[in-house]
């Protein structure tokens, strides 16, 4: 991850967007050119140089990735564990997924003002299938991000994802239980996107586009899967994203900018989920 003051060595004018994947050298949105992991730099994408390792350097981590799928693998086990007569049952079903309000006589939004479900319903999984399916893409994406951009970004992009699967879900299909880290998946796709655009570059271009592609098909391939949580997912990545690259691309914006706008969305985001887990959210989604 490059700092915020950093330019990039083909463009000394142009603040750099993101490290080399194997020189490490900071290069500008326009010269990225997307990899199997990362981003590399004109020169290096040339040469198909292998990044060589010297004593006392390290290859970029991926430990926030590796922390989401340790969250909800973890999730999903206490989920085994006290459902199946472990110490005090963990009602996931009706205590901390996303659910809006859907019994007579209540306004529909969050089930009994507990917003916390916007966010825990993103950690449960009804099946090892599903978890299995939403893991795989979080890992595909989230260390191609992160070893393009840094944890950081890629935890807002993540957050985004999140946040605008809630927001779609309570505006549009707020009486469907839902859960799944599904809209936080989708949204790193959604970053992805956002990024390569900035540069002028489209994601069919990686081998990355099948994954994504599969993972949009899914809910009109497989019943019971919530298209709402699937498309404001990628919506909300798709948004952070933009303010993540095309600020310091097309504005001349630098990355500390970038970021702080990137984190207003975020929050943004958060608002909007919350204010659509009101019966006013719902309200306005008919209008």
């Known amino acids: 991850m490059v700092s915020s003051d950093a330019k990039c060595y083909r463009h000394p004018d142009r603040s750099a967007a993101v490290g080399c994947q194997r020189c490490d050298k900071p290069i500008c949105a326009e010269c990225m050119h997307a990899a199997s992991v990362g981003f590399h ?5 040339k040469s198909g140089a292998q990044k ?6 390290q290859s970029k981590n991926t430990y ?21 007569g472990g110490g005090t049952r963990f009602k996931f079903s009706n205590d901390y997924v ?6 007579p006589g209540l306004a529909p939004g969050v089930v009994g003002g507990e917003y916390w479900r916007i966010v825990t319903g993103a950690f449960l999984h009804s099946g090892l299938i599903h978890l299995l399916f939403n893991s795989y893409f979080i890992y595909t994406f989230g260390r191609y991000l992160e070893q393009g951009i840094g944890w950081l970004r890629t935890g807002l992009i993540y957050a985004g994802g999140l946040l605008g699967g809630s927001a779609a879900v309570l505006l549009f299909n707020w009486e469907v239980p839902t859960l799944g880290a599904s809209g936080a998946a989708l949204g790193l796709g959604g970053g992805a ?23 949009l098909a899914i809910p ?10 699937h498309f404001g997912g990628i919506i909300g990545g798709a948004l952070v994203g933009a303010a993540l690259s095309f600020l310091p691309v097309r504005y001349g ?13 975020v929050v943004a985001l958060a608002v909007l ?4 887990g009101t019966d006013i959210g719902p309200s306005l989604a008919g209008v």
């Open 64 to 84: 926030f990735t590796y922390a989401i799928l340790a969250s909800i693998v973890g999730v999903y086990l206490l989920e085994l564990y006290l459902d199946n």
């Open 253 to 265: 914006q630098s990355q500390a900018v970038a970021q702080l706008v990137a984190g207003a969305v």
């Open 273 to 276: 989920a919350v204010f659509a």
């Open 41 to 45: 730099c004109p020169a290096c994408t």
């Open 220 to 229: 009109f391939l497989i019943g019971g899967i919530s298209f709402w949580g």
């Open 52 to 57: 060589i390792h010297r004593p006392g350097t």
């Open 98 to 103: 996303l659910w809006g309000e859907g019994r």
């Open 193 to 215: 996107v956002a990024i390569m655009a900035s540069r002028g570059q489209s994601i069919t271009q990686s081998p990355l586009s099948r994954v994504l592609l599969l993972n």
